[in-house]
T-cell receptor, first 112, second 112 residues
Framework: DQQVKQNSPSLSVQEGRISILNCDYT??????FLWYKKYPAEGPTFLIS?????DKNEDGRFTVFLNKSAKHLSLHIVPSQPGDSAVYFC???????????FGKGTHLIIQP | DVKVTQSSRYLVKRTGEKVFLECVQD?????MFWYRQDPGLGLRLIYF???????EKGDIPEGYSVSREKKERFSLILESASTNQTSMYLC???????????FGSGTRLTVV
């Protein structure tokens, strides 16, 4: 049973517009969430994270929103740039656990 | 800067061969992980280790084994490579103080 779900395998957005990537989770024990970005033939790199005690975290063009009651988080990228084209993984960590649970990823394509 | 180094970027092996994938991290992290990434399946955990000589099975350990003789090195072993083990293999490490992972660049393994 998938505990972290990214229901959109791919997303196409025009350059300069906002990209919104969504992630849902089922485990209420998750207390920390992260987003990773992955280019082809490279390892994932950390992008941004949020603790469950917050509902928003911002870093430059990237903002992550957390809605605990809906068990939903989203990553907003604004404005979207060609270099943002990559696969984005949502990940979650449970209280007392050391490992991360990953979603299946969303392939973001930024069109010129 | 934390660095996780995987010994090979690309590898081609024959069916039935024993394959070693090496991973080294330089930040004294306690935890190390091996994942494989396949299209549409996301990141799947093969094995992980919380300490030297300790190992735990992940979600898909069949056909794999691991070795952690030193804290900085975590090896993934394919006992008898098969074509369904053709994949991108990713090593990651983390410390107990920080929730995120640092990933290596990945090894693209092709079994023919």
């Amino acid at each position: 049973d998938q505990q972290v779900k990214q229901n959109s395998p791919s997303l196409s957005v025009q350059e300069g517009r906002i990209s919104i990537l969504n992630c849902d989770y089922t485990n209420s024990m998750f207390d920390y969430f992260l987003w990773y970005k992955k280019y082809p033939a490279e390892g994932p790199t950390f992008l941004i994270s949020i603790s469950s005690i917050k509902d928003k975290n911002e870093d430059g063009r990237f903002t992550v929103f957390l809605n605990k009651s809906a068990k939903h988080l989203s990553l907003h990228i604004v404005p979207s740039q060609p270099g943002d084209s990559a696969v984005y993984f949502c990940a979650a960590r449970g209280r007392g656990a050391d490992g991360l649970t990953f979603g299946k990823g969303t392939h973001l394509i930024i069109q010129p | 800067d934390v660095k996780v180094t995987q010994s090979s970027r690309y590898l081609v092996k024959r069916t039935g061969e024993k394959v070693f994938l090496e991973c080294v991290q330089d930040m004294d992290h306690e935890n190390m992980f091996w994942y494989r990434q396949d299209p549409g399946l996301g990141l799947r955990l093969i094995y992980f280790s919380y300490d030297v000589k300790m190992k735990e099975k992940g979600d898909i350990p069949e056909g794999y084994s691991v070795s952690r003789e030193k804290k900085e090195r975590f090896s993934l072993i394919l006992e008898s490579a098969s074509t369904n083990q053709t994949s991108m293999y990713l090593c990651a490490s983390s410390s107990s103080e920080y929730y995120g992972y640092t990933f290596g660049s990945g090894t693209r393994l092709t079994v023919v």
